[in-house]
């Protein structure tokens, strides 16, 4: 079986499938990620252009009182989020840690 520029020597069938899959797999891996990487901004291009567009003025929108208390709400609840979720259980783990650990 040759792979790429190399010749590769397998006794059984089913190591072939393995092989194969472990590839697979790893290439997955690497485009899943770059894939999601790459769609933020892609979005962020897209919704810029069909909201203008449309017609709208992402200056306007933001600047407009509405807009400003939707957008103050949802960094509320993404701050709750960040410090219920994320900072207590690290601080939490860190204590935790530090006291396991001799002091010096």
Do not use: C
């Not at 069938?13 to 485009?31: E, W």
């Not at 252009?49 to 306007?60: E, H, K, P, T, V």
């Not at 509405?66 to 509320?76: D, I, Q, T, V, Y």
């Amino acid at each position: 079986m040759i792979v790429g520029k190399r010749q590769i020597t397998v006794s059984k069938p089913k190591q072939i499938a393995n092989l194969n899959l472990k590839i697979t797999n790893k290439d997955f891996v690497k485009r899943s990620r770059e894939g999601f990487t790459k769609t933020i901004p892609l979005i962020y291009r897209h919704g810029t252009i069909a909201l203008g567009s449309f017609g709208y003025n992402l200056r306007d929108v933001i600047s407009s009182s509405k807009a400003r208390e939707n957008l103050s709400h949802a960094r509320g609840i993404i701050l709750k989020i960040w410090n219920t979720a994320i900072v207590t259980p690290t601080l939490w783990m860190g204590n935790k840690i530090r006291g396991l650990l001799p002091e010096f």
